[in-house]
């Protein structure tokens, strides 16, 4: 079996696969404070659960927007599983060539979804990321990776909002029931919620002009659902999709 595990600024994902079947995911705070002896003792005691025994993970792949976190991760999967994992880094096979002026810029998250979205459901595709950042990402026809924009997440943006204001605060995140807020918890709901389908929206617009026509879009992050509710310009979500890039790029370098 195969652990994929996505480090993230917020939130460490790990999924384990058997074949191209998704058995099990957990998700952590992403601490670069903690032993990977920490982080083992949670992910051990989580297996079972899935019906998944440590002793059947024998391969690993990674990829990490916080570059302490990939020793701690390294460590672990040898540690514990008795395996070095793939990390993610330039050179490595993904199915897709990366145009962007710098390729060593981009996060390597942001490859693994567009290699996922690529070869899941096509292209030409835009993604959809919404999580700490709320992320575009373009491929062509072809298979090139374009690049995209980057925006602050609706969590960043609620903290900037509560931390920069003095009558203001943290409110939930669901949906008003109308744009128009009556009250100031209604009226920041309305502002992130709609604000944020309104950036979703004139991104995609323009993503759409540059690449000459339609493209699929497929959203992803935490915060997707709540967004695609808002708007049909997000045909599919995909939860997982970062995980099932890791395993296509590991499945692509595979020794064989």
Known sequence: MLLAIDIGNTNVTLGVFEGETL???WRFASDPKKMPDEYAVQLLTLLPRAGIDFSQIDEAVLCSSVPPLVVTFDELCQ??????PLVM???IKTGIRVR???P???GADRVA???AAFHMYGAPLIVVDCGTATVFDAVTAEGDYLGGAIAPGIYMALDALISGTAMLRRVELVRPKQ???RNTVHSIQSGLIFGYVGLVEGVVARFKEELGGEARVIGTGGLAAIIARETPVIE???PDLTLHGLRIIYDLNREH
Request: charged fraction near 30%.
């Open 179 to 181: 744009a128009i807020g």
């Open 100 to 102: 962007y002026e710098n």
């Open 89 to 91: 880094a330039a050179g």
């Open 113 to 115: 979804d567009a290699v």
């Open 23 to 25: 058995r099990g995911t």
């Open 236 to 238: 599919l979500v995909d």
């Open 104 to 106: 060593r810029e981009v």
């Open 79 to 84: 540690r514990y599983f008795g395996v070095k």
